[in-house]
């Protein structure tokens, strides 16, 4: 085997290695969504709905506002060991969230989950995009989101563990925790740096100031961070709140509550990143802006499911909203595999980690909003199709936005 065979292989054995990492991380997140009834059973103090958006929301304020320290530190020392280290501190957290008893207490394990999670993906999207030139960035990227979506699809069955008098919520969060520690042993051993970065970034990589300054002044940048901001907005609704609008606009169980609002959309996610992918390697060999056009397919396909999710309980149909969060996933599953990609298109290698770290910042920390003020509305019996009729209009936006962006020339 050639030199060339050995990098490509292992280019694509860094995305295995990955896969389980993103399904973890995402898992805990979709099991407390899916187990809120029975959590906030067993924590009476969580009280109002209020008080779980604000334990959704919290996470996302600390991950948001880490999220370019943990780019920045990538993009400085070593991929390998952030990764690493986050896995680490995320189990263990995984661990401690099962044994809580407060609403404070539930607090601050999220909060500390959001410590850890900010240093995961800016970071390990940067790798992947390092051993993946142009011809496999968009197909490998959304070969590391399956895992993500696959953590999303297995949370959303935790809702049966959780009501299962064998099991419960909390030993899902422990075990959960173990296992994360158990994959992190091997993942020291057999993840490594690109060469790149090894040699060159310590040097190439700007101070803190000096990189926002160069980010902050790319006004592709900035449009990019718009666009992967408003349609998150959705996006952070439908994952964290969409099993409990299922339960109590369709009157069903806790589990198939979490089942319907996670396996079918997750699953049409995972065909939209592979087609998308696909798709978009193979149209910018035609045009430096194929990536670009693929994802703005992909929010053309979200406008119409928000419309459609919004005004399915008024049909009365689970199979409605269902359909409707099918289109919705297939066009995620577009959106998704491209953004990093469509970064590489515009930011030098050694600022992809930060760059991808403030585009976390600004998403997630509106997304923090989107929930707390989600569970606002639903407290004051807000209709569905309002809300979710204002996410369609803001994914028409999104489209305008990635369409101005105007990919950058000489760029790994």
């Known amino acids: ?108 394990s999220r909060a500390l989950m959001g410590v850890s999670e900010a240093f995961y993906i800016p970071t390990a999207l940067a790798l992947i995009a390092d051993f993946h030139a142009g011809p496999t960035r968009s197909r490998a990227v959304g070969a590391h989101q399956i895992g993500i979506y696959v953590g999303v699809i297995m949370g959303g069955f935790s809702g049966y563990l959780a009501e299962s008098p064998d099991f419960g919520w909390r030993r899902a969060f422990s075990a959960c925790g173990l296992v994360g520690i158990l994959y992190a042993l091997p993942l020291i051993f057999l993840l490594r740096n690109p060469a790149r970065q090894v040699s ?25 961070v718009l666009y992967f901001t408003l349609p998150a907005l959705a996006g952070w609704v439908v994952r964290d709140w969409m099993p409990a609008i299922l339960k109590s606009e369709f009157n069903i169980g806790q589990g198939k509550a979490g089942v319907s609002a996670t396996l079918y959309w997750q699953c049409a996610a995972i065909i939209g990143v592979v ?18 056009y693929v994802s703005a397919i992909g929010m053309c396909l979200i406008i119409p499911a928000m419309f459609g999710v919004g005004y399915s309980p008024q049909t009365g149909a689970l199979w409605v909203a269902i359909a409707f969060l099918l289109l919705f996933g297939l066009g995620w599953g577009f959106f998704d595999c491209n953004n990093m ?63 101005l962006i105007k990919p950058k020339k000489n760029l790994e």
């Open 275 to 292: 087609i998308g992918g696909w798709l978009a390697d193979r149209w910018m060999r035609r045009s430096e802006r194929g990536r670009i």
């Open 1 to 108: 085997m050639n030199s060339t065979s050995r990098q490509t292989g292992y280019a694509w054995f860094i995305v295995v290695l990955l896969v389980p990492v993103a399904l973890l991380n995402y898992l805990d997140r979709q099991m407390l969504a899916a187990m809120k009834f029975s959590v906030m059973n067993d924590i009476p103090d969580i009280g109002r709905e209020e008080n779980w958006g604000k334990i959704l929301a919290l996470f996302k304020w600390v991950y948001a506002i880490l999220s370019p320290i943990g780019g920045y530190i990538a993009d400085r020392y070593s991929r390998r060991h952030v990764i690493v280290g986050s896995l680490f501190v995320w189990s263990v957290v995984t661990w401690l969230t099962g044994h809580v008893t407060t609403y404070e207490q539930l607090l601050a």
């Open 341 to 403: 990609p469509i970064l590489c298109q515009i930011v030098r290698p050694e600022l992809r980690s930060t760059g991808y770290g403030i585009m976390n910042l600004v998403s997630i920390s509106c997304g923090g909003l989107a929930d707390w003020g989600f569970g606002i509305m639903r407290d004051h019996k807000v209709p569905l199709h309002y809300s979710f009729g204002t996410f369609a209009g803001v994914a028409l936006i999104s489209v305008v936005l990635v369409l």
């Open 200 to 224: 060159e970034a310590s040097h190439l990589a700007p101070t803190p100031l000096g990189a926002m300054r160069e980010l902050l002044t790319n006004g592709a940048f900035i449009l990019l």
